[in-house]
Nanobody, 126 residues
Framework: QVQLVESGGGLVQAGGSLRLSCAAS????????MGWFRQALGKEREFVAG????????YYADSVKGRFTISRDNAKNTVYLQMNSLKPEDTAVYYC???????????????????WGQGTQVTVSS
């Protein structure tokens, strides 16, 4: 099993920045891909960014491209989401997820992830 714990959420004004962290523990050697998703109130969970554990290729939703950056610290088994130029529409609960069995080609689908963190709230005020 893999355990994921997110942190770093909070309240920020539009145009500001936040950095989310996702600390992975357990069978981290089994991770193929990591993803960040978000879910706004009353909406479906949507893909934000993804990272291939081997090789480090990154992928982004069009809505965050150029503003958000996903990265990792292998020594700490931690994945980060640096969020800049935040907008009120970025307000959501942010979740990190780990793919340990699907070896998915497409990182943007929730069904391709096996483990999820508890989520961290990000609120952007206008």
């Amino acid at each position: 099993q893999v355990q994921l714990v997110e942190s770093g959420g909070g309240l920020v004004q539009a145009g500001g920045s936040l950095r989310l962290s996702c600390a992975a523990s357990g069978r981290t050697f089994s991770i193929y891909n990591m993803g960040w998703f978000r879910q706004a109130l009353g909406k479906e969970r949507e893909f934000v960014a993804g990272l291939r554990w081997t090789g480090g290729s990154t992928y982004y939703a069009d809505s965050v491209k150029g503003r958000f950056t996903i990265s990792r610290d292998n020594a700490k088994n931690t994945v980060y989401l640096q969020m800049n130029s935040l907008k009120p529409e970025d307000t959501a609960v942010y979740y990190c997820a780990a793919d340990t069995t699907h070896k998915a080609y497409v990182l943007g689908l929730t069904r391709n992830y096996d483990y999820w963190g508890q989520g961290t709230q990000v609120t952007v005020s206008s």
